[in-house]
């Protein structure tokens, strides 16, 4: 069985930073890849980035570019999100999601960013 546990939130002003840590029971080069999604209160869960070998740049939805960049340290089985210059929208429950024949949820670490 494979757990993600998430962790690092908390509440920041707008503007500010956060790091956010996920760490896996299993050895993650054994999956095929992980990603970060988020729900915002009364919304529906959404893809932020997704990272899948340590040779190809991760991806990330619009509205994060250029702001949150994903990482990863295979020898700790951690992969982080790194989220710069914080809005209020991206208010929300950060999880972390990895996968190989199956999906694998953690559950969540929350976010808050005040204006």
């Known amino acids: 069985q494979v757990h993600l546990v998430e962790s690092g939130g908390g509440l920041v002003q707008a503007g500010g930073s956060l790091t956010l840590s996920c760490v896996v029971s299993?050895?993650?080069?054994?999956?095929?890849?992980m990603a970060w999604h988020r729900q915002a209160p009364e919304k529906q869960r959404e893809l932020v980035g997704v990272?899948?070998?340590?040779?190809?740049?991760?991806d990330y939805v619009d509205s994060v570019k250029g702001r949150f960049s994903i990482s990863r340290d295979d020898k700790k089985n951690t992969i982080y999100l790194s989220m710069n210059n914080l809005k209020p929208e991206d208010t929300g429950i950060y999880y972390c999601q990895g996968w190989d024949k199956q999906i694998y949820w953690g559950k969540g670490t929350l976010v808050i960013v005040s204006s």
């Open positions: 990272i899948t070998s340590p040779t190809i740049t991760p």
């Open positions: 299993v050895n993650i080069t054994n999956l095929d890849g």
